[in-house]
T-cell receptor
Framework: DAKTTQPPSMDCAEGRAANLPCNHSTISGNEYVYWYRQIHSQGPQYIIH?????ETNEMASLIITEDRKSSTLILPHATLRDTAVYYC??????????????WGLGTSLAVNP | NAGVMQNPRHLVRRRGQEARLRCSPM?????VYWYRQLPEEGLKFMVY????????ESGMPKERFSAEFPKEGPSILRIQQVVRGDSAAYFC?????????????FGSGTRLTVV
């Protein structure tokens, strides 16, 4: 079972920030938080990951709470092309042979014009 | 710099036939992962392979499914005697040899329809 919980769906107006929450209250000390998204009928796309510090890249920002039990993915200026299902996953990178990702149902984000 | 290539994009098979799905990892990547996605569901891990080795097949059904990643050529996911319940999208991902915290790169998937 996935170790994360996310709201099933969210709406966002085009041009506004989209803030997608994720709860991972049982995260262990060496587990990272990863975000992927899946645009309809396409393969998942890696967005960003982090351990405890906030992270930013060209796609998004990741805010992780101090106790690491939850995080928020921020798309600063959402566009229609950001409409997708967003998945939050926790895992230990390079944990020997345990490389699999365990996926929940994610959050279906609809960006509206 | 080609990404992960999967083919075919769409595959239709009659019940009882065999399905072969191919995945060519990104250049320099020697780790391949297969996932299955049933309609309206999240992805489910199937198998993790390195060149010529199956490392983790804990998500593979015990019968009819097999996977390989030969020294030369793409990784192959093979489904024998397909049934309607095998209809799904099958995604392949790859990662490099060196230890990396980076996310995996996924292909566009093969959509298998069993009629």
């Amino acid at each position: 079972d996935a170790k994360t919980t996310q709201p099933p769906s969210m709406d966002c107006a085009e041009g506004r920030a989209a803030n997608l929450p994720c709860n991972h209250s049982t995260i262990s000390g060496n587990e990272y938080v990863y975000w992927y998204r899946q645009i309809h009928s396409q393969g998942p796309q890696y967005i960003i990951h982090g351990l405890k510090n906030n992270e930013t890249n060209e796609m998004a920002s990741l805010i992780i709470t101090e106790d690491r039990k939850s995080s928020t993915l921020i798309l600063p200026h959402a566009t229609l092309r950001d409409t997708a299902v967003y998945y939050c996953i926790v895992r230990v990178p390079n944990a020997g042979n345990n490389r699999k990702l365990i996926w929940g149902l994610g959050t279906s984000l609809a960006v509206n014009p | 710099n080609a990404g992960v290539m999967q083919n075919p994009r769409h595959l239709v098979r009659r019940r009882g036939q065999e399905a072969r799905l191919r995945c060519s990892p990104m250049k320099g990547h020697s780790h391949v992962y297969w996932y299955r996605q049933l309609p309206e569901e999240g992805l489910k891990f199937m198998v993790y392979l390195q060149k010529e080795n199956i490392i983790d097949e804990s998500g593979m059904p015990k019968e009819r499914f097999s996977a390989e990643f030969p020294k030369e050529g793409p990784s192959i996911l093979r489904i024998q005697q397909v049934v309607r319940g095998d209809s799904a999208a099958y995604f392949c991902a790859s990662s490099p040899v060196a230890s990396s915290r980076s996310g995996y790169t996924f292909g566009s998937g093969t959509r298998l329809t069993v009629v």
